[in-house]
């Protein structure tokens, strides 16, 4: 039977509100920021030692939704409307490309420290950081169309198997070193034990809805995800998933159960005077999840013939329940299993190159691309920076970033430093602060650090 079209716009919204992957890529042409070695474990900001304030060192907080903004789904009205603000599908739609990415990360240093030792400098870290990641298809909007082309009188198909979701909450210890390898060579690296909190993968997810000739409809679906959250899960009869409840977290927040191993690698190399070549992988590693896991599948087809109301209209006794029946023969059809057992995760790992050349003592030009997969689909980002320092005392960053469906990111930092207190907010896109409805990508780290970098030599204060 033909149904009409149904918008589920509380689905679509939330991928244009959650503001919360990461880039940081002006973070890395701020002179003199200690957690700038996050992102190159090769690079050393500083000269002497810095302790980060507990808890303030660094709050970090990227989003991104690389299909469309706020603004194009609310829109001005034309016409009759033209004092009215509508919900705009098509033009949303226009926007999307067949894939589109919807990426957050979170991340507060607890606390961190590092240290200059003769040639060595090391690093401590104790860090908690959220990850996600959402792949999801245009076709996704295809949706608003229904299941049948009135104009033509063929029928439409939806497939909606490009869906893919992985999110993980976890706590790290890091401890960081680097060292001159030649006169122009340096590298580094960073151990982190993993202490897993929660996490939730798709394993596979395909689901087709397909109209027949006749008007009847389709639905096959064949999915399965894992997640490790504190959930009371209760059972039917037959053994199926009947109701999932959330229990409280604190438990896992500082838990050992679930633990793993990763690293940062990084290079620097000096290939001028003036030019800084750089290289880093970093989040390489797993967490292997063994408490509080569960694995839930599903796999059927259901085929909706229709509803027959001649009952109902010719005022005959007929079964006033066809809908809730319709809605158990759906629920019977896709039931969910559950199983347990362990599982492993990687770390949403990314890997940049980097250029920053120092054309004057206080102004350098800088390039980086990052790059990061999202369900084996490599996501590119690019930014071109220009720094700016005055002495110790104020160092800045303006920068361009390219990101996915997104070609113009100005961004900008800014570090303060009154003697060893440092205070610094960075921001890839400063225009989202101020008119955020427009952006599709959402990016800042701020903090505030305590830096001893020495005797103040009378070459670093000059102007070239």
Not at 337 to 354: A, Q, R
Request: with cysteine; charged share 20%; hydrophobic share 40%.
């Amino acid at each position: 039977m033909k149904i009409t079209k149904h918008i589920y716009l509380t689905a679509i919204i939330t991928l244009c509100t959650i503001v919360a992957s990461g880039q940081d890529n002006s973070l890395m042409f701020t002179k003199g920021i200690p957690q700038s070695t996050q992102l190159n474990a090769a690079f050393r900001p500083v000269k002497k030692w810095y302790l980060a304030m507990p808890a303030l060192g660094s709050v970090q907080i990227n989003g991104s939704n690389s299909g469309f903004a706020w603004d194009d789904i609310i829109r001005q009205g034309t016409g009759l409307q033209a004092d009215s603000l509508i919900i705009d599908l098509d033009y949303a739609a226009d926007q999307m490309q067949d894939n589109n990415i919807f990426a957050t990360e979170a991340s507060i240093q607890i606390i961190g420290f590092g240290f200059a030792f003769k040639d060595w400098f090391f690093t401590f870290d104790i860090n908690h950081k959220l990850k996600a990641k959402v792949n999801y298809p245009q076709a996704l909007m295809d949706l608003r169309y229904g299941n049948w082309n009135y104009e033509e009188e063929i029928p439409i198909n939806h497939s909606l198997s490009d869906l893919y979701v992985n999110g993980i909450d976890y706590n790290e210890i890091a401890i960081g070193a680097s060292k001159p390898i030649t006169d122009k060579l340096t590298l580094g690296l960073r151990i982190k034990y993993l202490m897993g909190v929660a996490s939730m993968e798709s394993e596979y997810m395909n689901l087709d809805i397909q109209t027949l000739d006749n008007g009847y409809m389709r639905i096959a679906a064949d999915a399965a995800f894992r997640t490790n959250m504190p959930l009371e899960i209760s059972y039917d009869d037959a053994g199926y998933v009947d109701d999932v409840q959330f229990d409280s977290f604190s438990n896992q927040l500082v838990s050992t159960k679930n633990s793993g191993f990763g690293f940062d690698i990084g290079a620097t190399y000096q290939l001028t005077d003036k030019l800084l070549l750089g290289a880093a992988i970093n989040d390489i590693g797993y967490i292997k999840w063994k408490d509080e896991t569960s694995r839930f599948y599903t796999n059927g087809v259901f085929e909706y013939t229709g509803i027959d109301v001649s009952e109902e209209l010719t005022g005959d006794a007929g079964d006033q329940e066809y809908l809730e029946d319709i809605v158990d023969d759906f629920e019977d059809t896709f039931r969910f299993s559950d199983e347990g057992g362990s599982y492993t995760t990687g770390l949403m790992g990314s890997f940049n190159v980097s250029a920053d050349y120092q054309f004057k003592h206080w102004l350098n030009f800088g390039f980086v691309s990052k790059n990061y997969w999202v369900d084996k689909k490599l996501v590119p980002q690019i930014t071109l920076a220009t720094g700016l320092q005055a002495g110790r005392t104020l160092s800045g960053v303006l920068s361009y970033s390219y990101m996915k469906n997104a070609p113009a990111n100005l961004g900008a930092g800014m570090a303060f430093n009154l003697r060893a207190f440092q205070l610094y907010a960075v921001t890839d896109n400063l225009t989202s602060m101020f008119k955020p409805s427009t952006a599709k990508y959402v990016n800042a780290r701020l903090g505030i650090n305590f830096v001893f970098n020495g005797k103040i030599e009378e070459s670093e204060e000059g102007i070239d």
